[in-house]
């Protein structure tokens, strides 16, 4: 459920608690990252990634980020830009990122996630980086005209990401599936040219269930802030648009509820999203609605999502309320993250052929 944080709406560390302490050493390491180009998330940023990242963090030593440099691939205002990056902090931390327990921080504070990804650059195949599917379909949209080498770049800069922290493992939704793939050819390359040790080879972490929430006008695409507006619900939606949101959502030919992903997609995806939402098994919820009509199960999903999303709405106004809270809990996070990326790419540079060498450990 969202909300469902231990941090106190404060942030102040718990008594006994230091919040900059070390993880320990034998904890497996978490990071995962999403970009700030809408002010509101959407429910399937929620359930296919945050949901996990908040899941991850009692037994994860968890490093999460708000992407900006990610994001100047689509050519933001600054200024857009700049209340996006704390607004999207925000909704980590109203979803239940606990910055005493998980570093939370903006991509752009760490300078060697740049440095990393001119060196990753170097050994990433330029035909490697021109099959990813996500390129391709954005240059198709743009045209040569509108393609920068950032966005041909974008997911050599999410290797670096990954492989600055070690992470062994990394909660995405199924978008992610082959940028992570690049990931770990690249740490896998890393490793047979450097020596076994220069880099962790990640693995993602996908959930079946809610990997693709879809779009609700158009079923067979996923819900995206550039998809169709009626088909997506925002985190911070009023309840009156979610709940027009899901009434209208495409539901399919039929009337009876049923789960048939390949002819009902539509239903399909709001069972999806109901069986998330509540913890119950889709089985459960089709024997429920048995002898029901499509109706009755939009108007309580419009309920659920609205009263899930209703705590969430007015933690997100709480931290955005106290911006100066928000700077300081991101700082925070910027110089915890910088001492492993600092120690990460400084073993990686080494092994390139960079500065001198390390005294033997
Ligand atoms: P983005 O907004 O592209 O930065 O995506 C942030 C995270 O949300 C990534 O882990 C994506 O895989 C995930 N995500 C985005 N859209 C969806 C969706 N429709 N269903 C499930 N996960 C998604
Ligand atoms: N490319 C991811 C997306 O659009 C965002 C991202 C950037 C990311 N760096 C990352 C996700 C590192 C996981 C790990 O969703």
Redesign the pocket.
């Known amino acids: 459920m969202l909300g469902v944080s231990t941090a106190s709406p404060d942030n102040r560390p718990a008594a006994g608690q230091a919040p900059n302490a070390p993880a320990p050493a034998l904890v497996k390491r978490a990071?995962?990252?999403?970009?700030p180009t809408a002010d509101s998330l959407h429910l399937g940023n929620y359930l296919g990634?945050l949901k996990q990242w908040v899941a991850l963090q009692d037994d994860y030593d968890c490093v999460y980020?708000v992407?900006d440099l990610?994001a100047l691939t689509v050519s933001p205002e600054p200024e857009a830009l700049r209340r996006r990056v704390r607004a999207t902090a925000a909704q980590f931390l109203a979803a239940g990122v606990d910055p005493d327990k998980s570093i939370l921080f903006v991509q752009s504070q760490v300078p060697q996630h740049a440095q990393l990804t001119w060196l990753l650059n170097c050994l990433t195949g330029f035909g490697e980086a021109g099959r990813m599917t996500q390129f391709k379909d954005k240059s198709t949209k743009l045209g040569s005209q509108g393609v920068t080498v950032g966005l041909f770049d974008?997911p050599v800069?999410?290797a670096a990401?990954?492989l600055l922290y070690d992470a062994q493992v990394?909660p995405?939704?199924e978008?992610?599936r082959q940028?992570l793939e690049l990931s770990r050819t690249l740490a896998e390359r890393l490793n047979s040219r450097f020596g076994e040790g220069t880099a962790q080879v990640p693995e993602a972490l996908i959930v079946k269930a809610t990997a693709k929430i879809h779009d609700l006008q158009e079923p067979a695409a996923k819900m995206s802030k550039t998809g169709h507006p009626a088909g997506i619900i925002e985190l911070l939606d009023p309840p009156e648009v979610i709940v027009k949101r899901i009434k209208s959502a495409v539901t399919d030919s039929g009337t009876e509820v049923r789960w048939n992903p390949e002819e009902q997609p539509g239903l399909a995806n709001l069972l999806g999203i109901y069986a998330a939402l509540t913890g119950q098994s889709v089985e459960a919820i089709v024997a429920a609605y048995e002898g029901k009509m499509y109706g009755h199960l939009k108007q309580d999903l419009a309920q659920i999502v609205v009263e899930a999303l209703a705590p969430f709405r007015e933690r997100t106004a709480l931290y955005l309320a106290d911006p100066a809270q928000l700077d300081a809990i991101l700082s925070s996070g910027a110089q915890r993250a910088e001492q492993i990326a600092a120690t990460v790419y400084g073993r990686m540079a080494e092994r390139f052929g960079l500065g001198p060498e390390l005294p033997p450990a």
């Open positions: 990071f995962s990252g999403i970009q990634a980020s992407v990610h974008y800069l999410m990401d990954i990394v995405v939704g978008d992610q940028h």
